[in-house]
T-cell receptor, first 111, second 119 residues
C-alpha cells in the first residue's frame, strides 16, 4: 500500500518569492509520483510527474520537483511565484492504476 | 475535446432523498474513477472502472453508495438514501490505461466536480 504526507496544509508567500511544497511518500513497491494543481472551483490538473529517468522534472509554468528515493520525497519548488499560482497543490503516488493523494497544500501568493 | 463532463455541477437535496451524479469520460479513455473531496478527509477514491468493469470499490463508504458504467461513455454514482455527512465535492476522472508494465502511469483527467449538499 502507498501513502502520501504533505506536511504543510497552508503556505502563504509574497509574489516573486521562492516556494517549496513538501511531499513524502511511503511504498513497498516502485512508484510513480505526481503533482496536481486545483484552482478554485475547478477539478485537478496534472502539473508534473516522475515516472523514471532524470529525478528532476519540470512543468511548463516554472515549477519543478525532484524525486529523492533515499528520503522518499518529491518536493515541489518554484524560484519565483506569481499571484496566479494561488491554488491547492496535491502530491500523489501510484503503484498501479490507482492514485493515492495527499491532503493538499493551499498556496496563497500575496502581492 | 470537451474534457470530462459532470452533471449536475451543484446539487442540494434533503436527507433521505436519492441523488444521482453523472459523468461522461473523455472519448477513447478506458478507465474511470470516482473521487470524493471533503475538508476533513481530503480526496478519496471511491471506485474505479476499467473497460466498464468495476475493478476496485473498496473506497465506497457503505451500501448506500452504488456506481455503474453501462457503456464507455457514461457512468453514474448514486446515493440512496442520502445523509448530511455525504455533503462533499464529487469528482469523476478518466484516463487511458495501457496493459502490461506501464499500468498506472497515465494522467488522470478530472471533471469540474459536483458539489453536493444534503440538508
Amino acid at each position: 500500500a502507498q501513502s502520501v504526507t504533505q506536511l504543510d496544509s497552508q503556505v502563504p508567500v509574497f509574489e516573486e518569492a521562492p516556494v517549496e511544497l513538501r511531499c513524502n511518500y511511503s511504498s513497498s513497491v516502485s512508484v510513480y509520483l505526481f503533482w496536481y494543481v486545483q484552482y478554485p472551483n475547478q477539478g485537478l490538473q496534472l502539473l508534473l510527474k516522475y515516472l523514471s529517468g532524470s529525478t528532476l522534472v519540470e512543468s511548463i509554468n516554472g515549477f519543478e520537483a525532484e524525486f529523492n528515493k533515499s528520503q522518499t520525497s518529491f518536493h515541489l519548488r518554484k524560484p519565483s511565484v506569481h499571484i496566479s499560482d494561488t491554488a491547492e497543490y496535491f502530491c500523489a503516488v501510484s503503484g498501479s492504476e490507482k492514485l493515492v493523494f495527499g491532503k493538499g497544500t493551499k498556496l496563497t501568493v500575496n502581492p | 475535446d470537451a474534457g470530462v463532463i459532470q452533471s449536475p455541477r451543484h446539487e442540494v437535496t434533503e436527507m433521505g432523498q436519492e441523488v444521482t451524479l453523472r459523468c461522461k469520460p473523455i472519448s477513447g479513455h478506458n478507465s474511470l474513477f470516482w473521487y470524493r473531496q471533503t475538508m476533513m478527509r481530503g480526496l478519496e477514491l471511491l471506485i474505479y472502472f476499467n473497460n466498464n468493469v468495476p475493478i476496485d470499490d473498496s473506497g465506497m463508504p457503505e451500501d448506500r453508495f452504488s456506481a455503474k458504467m453501462p457503456n464507455a461513455s457514461f457512468s453514474t454514482l448514486k446515493i440512496q438514501p442520502s445523509e448530511p455527512r455525504d455533503s462533499a465535492v464529487y469528482f469523476c476522472a478518466s484516463s487511458f490505461q495501457t496493459s502490461g508494465g506501464s499500468r498506472g502511469v497515465n494522467e488522470q483527467f478530472f471533471g469540474p466536480g459536483t458539489r453536493l449538499t444534503v440538508l
